[in-house]
Structure formats: structure tokens, C-alpha cells
């Protein structure tokens, strides 16, 4: 009896002191990102990659329907095997739109990919660094946080870490 009563008691003290210990914060992912110059860089790049690709797209329309519209005029008066080879020539323009505009979705995806993961990689190595220098044993989003004080949440002090000043509180969302 006196042997459970002893590891009772050495059970609560041990977790009276990791419950002492525990230090938790939270980080506004959605507020840091728009306030970096790089991401700002990455959405500008991005609007000018998915330009040139809807230039192209659209392109690549217009011809087809040029192409379709002296199909249509001139169809009547086309010879059999002319019109065989004009239908065969648009169905395969019209696959290749297709394919084109499959390409580019994917395109476009891994392109913002590539601009965006380092961004990321480099806010979550500092969200680690500044929870660190803090003491901080738990780092959660803020979307996911049931509640969350302002002396809590790491933003701000990331976005310093970061080299990016912080806007003052009326200039917050």
C-alpha cells in the first residue's frame, strides 16, 4: 500500500513540474506572409508567369477558331478528302488546346511551388528559432488556436527576425 501511495504522489510531482514547464505560443501565418517583401516578389512573378501562359492559351484559341470559321465558309465547297484533313487538323488543334491548358494548370501549381516553398522554409525556421529564444516548448497556428493572448503570439517578433517591421496596431487587419 505504502509502494502505490509513494508512486502516486511521485506521479503527480512529475507532472506537476512538466505542467510548470509547458510554454505555448501561437503564429499568424496569414498576417506575416503578405508583410514580406519576398512574398510580395513571388505574387508578382506568379501574376507575370500565368500572364504569359493565358497570352499563350488564348493564342493558341484564337487560331483554332480562325482556323474553324474558314472551315465553316469554305466546308461546302472543300473536296471530300480536304474536308477529311481540315476536320482531322481541328480536332487535333482542339486536343492540343486541351493538353495545353492541362500542362499549364499543373505549370502554373508547380511554378507557385517553387516560389513559395522557400518562403515558407524560411518562416518556419524562424518560427522555431523565436520560440526557442522564448522559451517556448508548443508553437501552433493561429487558426487553429482556440484562444490565444497577444504576449502569445510570436508574428510579431518573427516579422522582426525577419527584418520586416511590424505594423503598428491600428494599421492591423
Do not use: C
Request: hydrophobic share 40%; glycine share 4%.
Amino acid at each position: 500500500m505504502k509502494k502505490i501511495l509513494f508512486l502516486a504522489i511521485a506521479v503527480f510531482f512529475v507532472w506537476q513540474a512538466n505542467a510548470q514547464s509547458l510554454k505555448i505560443a501561437h503564429f499568424d501565418v496569414n498576417y506575416v506572409l503578405p508583410l514580406l517583401p519576398k512574398f510580395k516578389k513571388a505574387e508578382d512573378d506568379m501574376k507575370l508567369y500565368t500572364k504569359q501562359i493565358k497570352d499563350e492559351a488564348e493564342s493558341k484559341q484564337k487560331e483554332f477558331e480562325a482556323k474553324y470559321k474558314v472551315y465553316q465558309e469554305s466546308a461546302k465547297t472543300w473536296d471530300p478528302a480536304i474536308l477529311k484533313v481540315k476536320q482531322e487538323e481541328l480536332q487535333s488543334l482542339e486536343r492540343q488546346i486541351g493538353e495545353f491548358e492541362q500542362k499549364a494548370q499543373e505549370d502554373v501549381q508547380g511554378k507557385q511551388g517553387e516560389l513559395l516553398s522557400p518562403i515558407y522554409e524560411e518562416i518556419e525556421k524562424t518560427v522555431k528559432e523565436v520560440a526557442v529564444a522564448g522559451g517556448y516548448t508548443h508553437v501552433f497556428r493561429t487558426e487553429t488556436a482556440a484562444y490565444g493572448t497577444k504576449t502569445s503570439n510570436l508574428s510579431d517578433a518573427v516579422l522582426k527576425k525577419l527584418g520586416v517591421t511590424p505594423p503598428v496596431a491600428s494599421e492591423k487587419k
